[in-house]
């Protein structure tokens, strides 16, 4: 009876010796498999390897340990397009697995000329799961950590709970679906990181794997349904979850489903003296970086720099919803018409060093995902990203003696690649098409960089780096604020200059100055408070005090 | 109560033998209902209203203190079942094992009942409607918490359709036994999502959705050694019943054309009415009454006068019109500075008549709701408003001299009169505009 035969003799399967030969079909595919899944395991842009010979680990950054997880893969060579389809993404995936069909037959054509074929690949075949399961394991992990302290979807700004739902892509409506839910949006990072965690310990593989495919292909869906932009990179933990499962797929339906008895079918190696250390070893520092340390690194984000929000404190007494009363333009007044397309309608000064007001107007879109690792404030532009409704948003630096806002806008028509290291199948940010480079000029009749804060005031509002606690000041933030005055000549940024007055105890302000088109502004706005009926979050991220 | 038997013995201790008793009874009082009221509901189906009518009775749980179930009757039937379980000496010619089979066999149609009738309203995407056109025009602040998710599931009915997808395949792999310990190790984790969605969005229909889990998690834990066993310890495994039948199965014929009955209420005439109902455009939620021809959209008030006094456009009078929306149904949502009692949302009672359909004025504020009528010469609206909070109402003559400008003239209900000029705008609303073409395309100017 075939119950009898097919249990090996050893119940204690862990060191389950099968010598039974492997059949032809099972070898090819074999072959074919272990190239593939190698090719897509490891990192194949040479930018991420430079990337993680310059980390800091003395100084590190929950985006050091983020950037190892998250990296792209697979056979490059022919390009991201199959035979000129990009396949929504997937054609990298095709032409890896044509390029690993062939590598695997003529392995097999060298094997059987040269008479050295094996019989059975167990041991490669564990190899193999062991470098799939981590790969799978670290890269959700590093996924996770972002929701388990919830910043990978913030909760709305002022702006946004100010815009009206049409104003909104089905992209940015689904990101804060989860952003004014925090407590869910741990629940998602605890599943993330259990799943991820599971596939590190051999007994508990099946699980991980099953909880990976079932949570991912719902991402999967997500991201096709809202058009997200990340359905390549999660349906990548899904194909490594079903080849992980492969081993499963047998014995549970034989248990389960024509009620035999079963056993799962999985050798492992039995490591003794020195080798045994070394894997106790590696196996420790993984699980302390990348659990332990890496929980740590996340908390400091979350609690000091959330990367999706500016981190710097906005002005205390400015915050808030604000009505319009008065608008001059050179000393004209317009009045309010909803259909006016220079005056300002509404205004918001949030939490953080963030000003929006919305014109009758239709203003460059930022349609992006608003994610990725920017450090400077003015370039956190969750904000903004999939926004409309003629709302602009500024970056503000506060001289709060001379009570002066030097103002940046955060859109900026060409937008800074992302996640530079993720490679094929990352979110590289979406381009703005129609945008003619030449003309990119002719709207900036505004302030250069250097006319913009005179140098007593930037004396006064003092370095940005250092806007955050101490333990949030990486080398990483360091490093990117070396750099960014460099990166600041380059950008093409509408900026202007304000005098704030405060009155009736903060419930009028009073904005005088020059606009970016170098016209006089003058502009009376009321505190307002509007009636939300969203529940406040329960959980802020980051230090606005 | 979840021991199972990887040996031959069929052995129950004493304990197991109660906490069976115990579940039987408790599912049994869950599941057939005891209630008038689910009665009338049964004998009034009508094939007009037979998607809402099978839904409610599927979804039916008792409710004996309010109008909707509370954890009080899960604590008076578990009271009632641990007397009973006690009380239960004998048990007649049935096996404890065969006891357990028809308990599970009764939870598998219950769940798959409540599967089906779930999921062919999501897979046919009519479990969310589309946000309507004041939706689109009111600000991202003033949903409540339950108003968000019902409306982030409904911009992207590809994604209510997956969703639909899992629940009709786990409920199909129910309908078999030796399928349904895979459908629950579905099951489980997709409705432990509800039930973590529902606490986090503020929503009541919790306890239906424990309901489920409870259903799911007594076929889960017959399975559970098992499972472990084979999956996490690598162990050979045997079957419940290895070698031997187990337990006394129900005759084959009528097993058969029970299970046919069942699949061709559910699936056949359920699942068919509620793909005719999808496919000719009607939703549960919105009022079904089409409203005046060609005025839908949303128009600015640009002139208004109350009392004779011409009030311009200003930020802080307290009642000036700013803008209207006109819905293809018979509402039309106001926009103006006077504060919202935000209406509060009972719970989906699917197929109710126009005036119930609450969907679109509760849980959201800032703008204000109305209904009209028409009267015969098709000049003059009867507004009455749609929150109840609101007793306010409108009785306005209408004029279009052209397709994008409305002059009202009335009174209120206090006697005020009014008289107001709408300018339709061509608004371009990003969330289609994106949707024609994608993100990555639009490029940037709305």
Redesign the interface.
């Known amino acids: 009876m075939t119950a009898i035969t097919q249990a090996h003799s050893a119940t204690n399967s862990l060191y389950a010796d099968i010598s039974d030969p492997w059949k032809e079909y099972q070898k090819i595919l074999f072959r074919i498999s272990f190239i593939f899944f190698i090719a897509l395991s490891i990192p194949n842009n040479p930018l991420w390897y430079q990337h993680v010979a310059q980390i800091d680990w003395t100084n590190l950054d929950y985006r050091d340990l983020y950037d190892i997880c998250r990296f792209g893969s697979g056979i490059n060579l022919l390009g991201n397009t199959f035979f000129g389809h990009p396949l929504l993404g997937w054609a990298n995936w095709v032409n890896t697995l044509l390029i690993a069909i062939l590598a695997g037959l003529i392995w097999t054509a060298i094997a059987k000329i040269t008479k050295k074929e094996r019989q059975e690949f167990n041991m490669l075949y564990y190899w193999l799961n062991v470098i799939v399961r981590y790969r799978a394991g670290l890269g959700i992990i590093g996924f996770g950590f972002t929701k388990l302290f919830p910043v990978q979807m913030p909760y709305p700004s002022l702006g946004v709970l100010d815009t009206d739902y049409g104003d909104l892509t089905s992209q940015k409506i689904f990101w804060l679906s989860f952003g004014i839910v925090p407590w869910y949006q741990i629940f998602a990072g605890v599943l993330e990181v259990g799943a991820g965690t599971l596939l590190l310990f051999r007994k508990t593989v099946g699980i991980g794997a099953a909880l990976l495919v079932g949570a991912l292909t719902a991402i999967v869906v997500v991201n096709l349904a809202y058009d997200g932009g990340v359905h390549i990179y999660s349906s990548y933990f899904v194909l490594l979850g079903l080849f992980l499962l492969i081993p499963y797929y047998k014995p549970f339906g034989q248990l389960f489903i024509y009620e035999r008895p079963a056993q799962i079918q999985l050798s492992f190696p039995h490591f003794k003296g020195a080798l045994k250390w070394l894997r106790a070893g590696l196996k420790f520092w993984i699980l302390f970086i990348f659990l332990g340390v890496f929980f740590y690194l996340q908390m400091i984000d979350f609690l000091y720099d959330p990367y999706k929000q500016p981190s710097t404190a906005g002005v205390k007494e400015l915050r808030g919803h604000y009505a319009v009363t008065e608008f001059r333009l050179n000393n004209k007044v317009i009045p309010l018409n909803p259909l006016d397309t220079v005056r300002w309608q509404s205004a918001t000064f949030e939490k953080w060093s963030s000003f929006t007001f919305k014109v009758h107007k239709p203003v460059p879109l930022d349609l992006s995902n608003g994610g990725g690792d920017p450090k400077r404030d003015v370039n956190r532009t969750f904000e903004i990203a999939g926004v409309a409704g003629g709302q602009r948003a500024f970056h503000y630096y506060a001289d709060t003696l001379e009570q002066a806002l030097y103002l940046e806008d955060k859109y900026k028509p060409i937008l800074d690649q992302r996640n530079v290291t993720a490679g094929a199948g990352g979110d590289g940010g979406v381009r703005n098409y129609g945008i003619d480079p030449e003309n990119l000029l002719l709207g900036y009749s505004g302030l250069t960089l250097k006319e913009w804060i005179p140098a007593n005031a930037l004396e006064r509002i003092g370095e940005e780096v250092d806007f955050v606690d101490p333990r949030a000041r990486t080398t990483r933030r360091k490093r990117e604020f070396a750099k960014s005055d460099e990166l600041a000549k380059k950008e093409l940024r509408k900026r202007f200059v304000v005098h704030y007055t405060l009155l009736n105890g903060g419930d009028r302000v009073v904005l005088e100055g020059t606009d970016e088109h170098l016209d006089s502004l003058y502009v009376v706005l009321d505190k307002v408070k509007k009636a939300y009926n969203i529940s406040t979050s329960l959980l802020d991220a980051g230090r606005y005090h | 109560m979840a021991t199972t038997h990887t040996d031959l013995t069929g052995k129950w201790t004493p304990l197991q033998k109660i906490a069976l008793r115990f579940s039987f009874l408790f599912f049994v009082l869950q599941s057939f209902p005891l209630q008038p009221s689910f009665y009338r509901d049964l004998f009034h189906i009508k094939w007009a209203s037979f998607v809402p009518d099978i839904f409610n009775l599927a979804t039916y749980t008792p409710h004996f203190f309010d109008a909707e179930s509370t954890l009080l009757d899960w604590l008076l039937i578990a009271i009632v079942s641990v007397l009973g379980a006690f009380l239960w000496r004998k048990t007649g010619k049935f096996t404890e094992d065969t006891l357990f089979y028809y308990l599970r066999v009764l939870i598998r149609f219950r769940l798959a009942a409540a599967l089906l009738t779930l999921g062919f309203i999501k897979f046919f995407p009519l479990f969310a409607p589309e ?1 309507s056109l004041s ?11 339950w ?3 019902y ?2 599931l409904g ?5 209510l359709s ?1 969703l639909g997808t899992v629940e009709l395949i786990t409920a199909f792999l129910l309908l078999f036994r ?2 349904s ?2 459908s629950v ?2 099951i489980i ?1 997709f409705y432990g999502n509800v039930l ?2 529902n ?4 929503g009541k229909g919790y306890v239906f959705v424990l309901f489920l889990l409870s259903l799911s998690f007594v076929l889960f834990l017959y ?1 559970f050694r ?2 472990i066993s ?13 070698n031997h039948q187990g337990f006394q199965r129900i005759d084959q014929r009528l097993k058969r054309s029970l299970k046919l009955g069942f699949a061709l209420l559910f699936i056949g005439f359920y699942g068919g009415k509620t793909y005719a109902l999808y496919a000719d455009g009607s939703n549960l939620y919105y009022p079904q009454t089409l409203g005046i021809a060609n005025i839908e959209g949303l128009y ?1 008030c640009s002139l208004y006068v109350l009392n004779s006094d011409t009030i ?5 009078h307290p009642t000036r019109w ?2 209207v929306v006109f819905e293809r149904w018979n509402t039309l949502s106001i926009r103006s500075n006077q ?2 009692e ?1 209406a509060a949302y009972k719970g989906i009672k699917l197929g109710v008549t126009d005036s119930l359909k609450n969907y679109e004025y509760t ?3 800032d703008r204000h709701y109305y209904s009209y009528r028409v009267d015969q010469q098709q000049d003059t609206l009867f507004l009455t408003n749609r929150n109840p909070n609101d007793k306010n109402g409108f009785i306005l003559h209408i004029a279009r001299p052209d397709s994008s400008t409305i002059y009202l003239k009335g009174t209120d209900q206090q006697g005020d009169s009014l008289t107001v000029k709408l300018d339709k ?1 061509d ?1 371009k ?4 505009e ?2 024609k073409v ?9």
Not at chain 2, 135 to 145: I, P, R, V
Not at chain 2, 199 to 202: D, H, I, L, V
Not at chain 2, 438 to 446: A, E, K, N, P, V
């Open positions: 946000p939706h689109l025009n009111t600000g991202y602040g003033y949903f409540a918490h108003k968000h998710l409306l982030s911009v992207a009915p590809a994604y997956f030796k399928t310990f895979l190790v579905f984790p973590l969605a606490f986090a969005y503020e399975d098992r499972f084979l999956v996490v310890f690598h162990k050979q495994t045997n079957p419940a019943f290895l600015h311009d456009y200003t930020a802080h700013r803008d504060p919202v935000t849980l959201v504020g705008i608004k609303y990003l969330i289609e994106v949707k994608g993100r990555s395309t639009l490029g940037y100017s709305l």
